[in-house]
């Protein structure tokens, strides 16, 4: 029996960068979270009669609560086929690989990814299409649109399962299926990587699942398949609250992994990931590598992995990722692209075999191998990588730069800033871009200001207001940006880029050596007048 629920809409269901974003409190209103999904499969509706749908998520607060609704939601809607991960788990990651190996319509992906979790905290709901990979744009608005006008939703009126226990069971005549969320992604890892060099290597390494959903992926893969020592994985075990943590891998959130690794007796390799397992953190004994150096490095070096061997197709970043992979794609002679932030955005480049390895500033990284950035998939690379050189994450990023120059970079992150005053900012600095060629701040000259805009190479689709970059003489820049993933006011995001060509200042202080740019950046924007700060919140 399948029930009809009549609804009214909510005005605040716009899909941002990664799905829709709220606190708990907002889902937990009635027929919210019953409206956003019916509006997902009202947009798919000519498709998904008899189609596959995977569901999973990274295990916060209400995940287990909201599969339930989407289960019987999408036997109303007449999907065959649900595959669920067991106890509701599915990382980001491997629900794109899970997709795609089962020829599924889509996933409905629930996280809020390195947001922190709880019933006071945060919980998302994602759409990812059938290549794997979130939805592109044109979807995303009319999910929204059709949010809007919702007047009805459709639930089979039936109990709950049981999502603990792997096998089939019927759900109004439609078939869901509790698999192993680990089993085909860890299969998956081990046709990429030289697993035997990596054991034959000896390495020891900390990894820091930070009470999230990586954390059974990590046990799996790095102590019981690559055989590093028991607790190798640290707060191994997802949390619905991650153990009251913030389950991002900077600096801030990480720190006990970064005094780990910059101790006397520290390991050969420390590496964290996020809430929903798509995003990393590297660093070496006594090396923190930044997300911009690491995806610079992992392109230049991951021909070392057998499933890179043939070389790469392209490299491609996006926007306010620093420029030093662009650097590599040249001495490959690869394309390299330029991207607005969103990982749907490397989604045409990777089906249409234009780029191999794709990076975000924001510590996201990943390859052709699914449609989303992938944790777990930078930390096995950069062990393949120091098993077969034989060389330290400290030796790694030397030689790097020491070949190619480095990009010294940093994010400054102005958290639950006022909407307005933030929005007031950018207006007022996007107003003055035509007249800042050739101003001189101290001792930068800009040299061009704009407001980025994307056309995708694949499918001519033109996406505009990405960003505010502003550059200067020698390849140095600042980026302002507002960010899509908080739940509550705005975030303002300054990403800092100073290069240093070879031979130069290669191992400096990162924040001495991109004073002067902070500086500009304040000049220009005016950011303590906007928003009454002295200081960004997080700086990575």
Known sequence: MIRAVKTTPYPDQKPGTSGLRKKVRVFQQPDYAENFIQSVFDVIERERAGATLVIGGDGRFLNREVIQVAIRMAAAATFARVVVGQGGILSTPAASNLIRRRGALGGLILSASHNPGGPEEDFGIKYNVSNGGPAPEAITDAIYARTKAIDTWYAADTPDIDLDALGEVQVGGMTVEVVDPVADYAALMETLFDFDAIRAANLTMAFDAMSAVTGPYATEILERRLGFAPCTVRNGTPRPDFDGNHPDPNLVHARELYDTMMGDDA?????????????????????????SDSLAMLAANAHLAPGYAGGLKGIARSMPTSAAADRVAADLNIPAYETPTGWKFFGNLLDAGRATICGEESAGTGSDHVREKDGLWAVLLWLNIM????????????DHWGRYGRNYYARHDYEGVDSAAADTLMQELGSNLASLSG?????????????????DPTDCSVSTNQGIRILFDGGSRVVFRLSGTGTSGATLRVYLERYEPVGGDLDAETGAMLADIAAAADELAGIRRHTGRSEPDVVT
């Open 439 to 455: 101003k001189k701040i101290g001792s930068l000259v800009i040299t061009e200001a704009d407001n980025f805009a994307y056309t």
């Open 387 to 398: 098993a077969v050189t034989g060389k330290s994450v400290d030796q790694i990023a030397r």
């Open 267 to 291: 390991p050969d390799f420390g590496a964290a990931s996020d809430g929903d397992g798509d995003r990393n953190l590297i660093i070496g004994r006594g090396r923190f590598v930044t997300p």
